[in-house]
T-cell receptor, first 113, second 118 residues
Framework: SQTIHQWPATLVQPVGSPLSLECTVE??????LYWYRQAAGRGLQLLFY??????ISSEVPQNLSASRPQDRQFILSSKKLLLSDSGFYLC????????????FGPGTRLTVL | AQTVTQSQPEMSVQEAETVTLSCTYD???????LFWYKQPPSRQMILVIR??????QNATENRFSVNFQKAAKSFSLKISDSQLGDAAMYFC???????????????FGQGTILTVHP
């Protein structure tokens, strides 16, 4: 069966510091991968998605970037965090170009002080 | 662009009773998917139920069922025999089946907090 991992689970970082959040998927090959952000416990906003190694699509301009160095690894990064980057970050995966359903990881709670 | 609206910020239900959560969406597409996700206090998003727009039959998963009204662009979730473990935030989500830049993108509503009273 497929599983998705995210780490760290929680993170407190000062403004201006770098960020690296990692997401890995097990039990499947060539998944589509997604990064979402949830602010204030409400709706999720898609930040990035990737349909293959090295392929990244950005949905909104922001202070963040994403990379996919391996088939089942997706990394969310920032060179300098802003207060507005605080939130709950969720990684998701899906398989297939048709009726694929997205399955979510446990998430990372990021607080920028 | 597609939008998803959940007009009920909070709902409550007595244990063993039935509750319906509302969701409406706006789209000009005819081929798409709709989802209900549950987010318990752990905050992990859990898929509850999925509906394909080209299927007229409403999806069901055990105690969870939907009322999909394509012409009205309405997609409500009914939870029967509510249990304490159903307490969570519920999100309605839309996914296009078209290619291009929206490929795979889920558009979420703002969520409905469901409280279950014993």
């Amino acid at each position: 069966s497929q599983t998705i991992h995210q780490w760290p689970a929680t993170l407190v970082q000062p403004v201006g510091s770098p960020l690296s959040l990692e997401c890995t998927v097990e039990g499947t090959s060539n998944p589509n991968l997604y990064w979402y952000r949830q602010a204030a416990g409400r709706g999720l906003q898609l930040l990035f998605y990737s349909v293959g190694i090295g392929q990244i699509s950005s949905e909104v301009p922001q202070n963040l970037s994403a990379s996919r160095p391996q088939d089942r690894q997706f990394i969310l990064s920032s060179k300098k965090l802003l207060l507005s980057d605080s939130g709950f970050y969720l990684c998701a995966w899906s398989v297939g170009a048709g009726s694929d359903t997205q399955y979510f990881g446990p998430g990372t709670r990021l607080t920028v002080l | 662009a597609q939008t998803v609206t959940q007009s009920q910020p909070e709902m409550s239900v007595q244990e063993a009773e039935t509750v319906t959560l509302s969701c409406t969406y706006d789209t000009s597409e005819s081929d798409y998917y709709l989802f209900w996700y549950k987010q318990p206090p752990s905050r992990q998003m859990i898929l509850v139920i999925r509906q394909e727009a080209y299927k007229q039959q409403n999806a069901t998963e055990n105690r969870f069922s939907v009322n999909f009204q394509k012409a009205a662009k309405s997609f409500s979730l009914k939870i029967s025999d509510s249990q304490l473990g159903d307490a969570a935030m519920y999100f309605c989500a839309y996914r296009t089946n078209a290619g291009g830049t929206s490929y795979g993108k889920l558009t979420f509503g703002q969520g409905t907090i469901l409280t279950v009273h014993p």
